[in-house]
C-alpha cells in the first residue's frame, strides 16, 4: 500500500523555471528520500533527508521536511529540459527494515 | 563497480508459464530489496534480504512468489503459473553499511515483465 501522496499529480513548466512538488505521509519515519525516473526506467536516488534534519541542499535540489505535518517539499531550481521525469517521495518508518514505502509521485515536464 | 544489474531487461511469457529473473547488486551490499512497479503508481516493496536471509515478505507475495539469495549475492525472483495481472516492472535495490536499512538504496533498471 502507498503511504505518501504527491501533489501535484502532474506539472508543466517552462525551462527556468521553478519547480516545487509536496509529499505527505502517515507514518513515523527514520528518513525520507526523493527519486527520479525517467520514462521506463529504473529509479535514480536524489538526496535522503533524515527525520532530525529540516531541509537539505544538493547542487539545483532543495528538500525541506516537517515532521510535524508529515510533509516534505522537493524544490529544483532553474529547471532544464532534462528534468523532465516523474519524481517519487518515499519513506523509510521507523523499525521496519528499512523498506521504501512510495508515493504515487509526481510526473514533470520542462518545456525548452 | 557499475551498479545493480537485472536480468533478462524484459521477458513477455504466456499465462500459465513460470519467469524467473536475477538481480545483482553493488558488491558487498548486505541488503537487497524487491519492489513491483505498475503503470502510473510508485513502486510497492514485496520482500528484502540481509544477507542470505528473508526477513519480510509482503502480503503482495502471493505463494506463486519466491525469492532466494542464496550466499548472500545475486538474487532471483521466481513467479510460478503467472498472471495477467502480474504485468509489471520489477525493481531490485540494495543498500549497505551500518543500519544499512536508513541509508539510501541503489535501483537496478528493473524486468518489465508482460504476461499475455
Known amino acids: 500500500s502507498q503511504q505518501g501522496e504527491e501533489d501535484p499529480q502532474a506539472l508543466s513548466i517552462q525551462e527556468g523555471e521553478n519547480a516545487t512538488m509536496n509529499c505527505s505521509y502517515k507514518t513515523s519515519i527514520n528518513n525520507l528520500q526523493w527519486y527520479r525516473q525517467n520514462s521506463g526506467r529504473g529509479l535514480v536516488h536524489l538526496i535522503l533527508i533524515r527525520s532530525n534534519e529540516r531541509e537539505k541542499h544538493s547542487g539545483r535540489l532543495r528538500v525541506t521536511l516537517d515532521t510535524s505535518k508529515k510533509s516534505s517539499s522537493l524544490l529544483i531550481t532553474a529547471s532544464r529540459a532534462a528534468d523532465t521525469a516523474s519524481y517519487f517521495c518515499a519513506t523509510v518508518a521507523t523499525w521496519e527494515g528499512g523498506k521504501l514505502i512510495f508515493g504515487q509521485g509526481t510526473e514533470l515536464s520542462v518545456k525548452p | 563497480d557499475t551498479g545493480v544489474s537485472q536480468d533478462p531487461r524484459h521477458k513477455i511469457t504466456k499465462r500459465g508459464q513460470n519467469v524467473t529473473f536475477r538481480c545483482d547488486p553493488i558488491s558487498e551490499h548486505n541488503r537487497l530489496y524487491w519492489y513491483r512497479q505498475t503503470l502510473g503508481q510508485g513502486p510497492e516493496f514485496l520482500t528484502y534480504f540481509q544477507n542470505e536471509a528473508q526477513l519480510e515478505k509482503s502480503r503482495l507475495l502471493s505463494d506463486r512468489f519466491s525469492a532466494e539469495r542464496p550466499k548472500g549475492s545475486f538474487s532471483t525472483l521466481e513467479i510460478q503459473r503467472t498472471e495477467q495481472g502480474d504485468s509489471a516492472m520489477y525493481l531490485c535495490?540494495?543498500?549497505?553499511?551500518?543500519?544499512?536499512?536508513?541509508?539510501?538504496?541503489?535501483f537496478g533498471p528493473g524486468t518489465r515483465l508482460t504476461v499475455l
Open positions: 535495490a540494495s543498500s549497505q553499511g551500518w543500519l544499512a536499512e536508513y541509508n539510501e538504496q541503489f
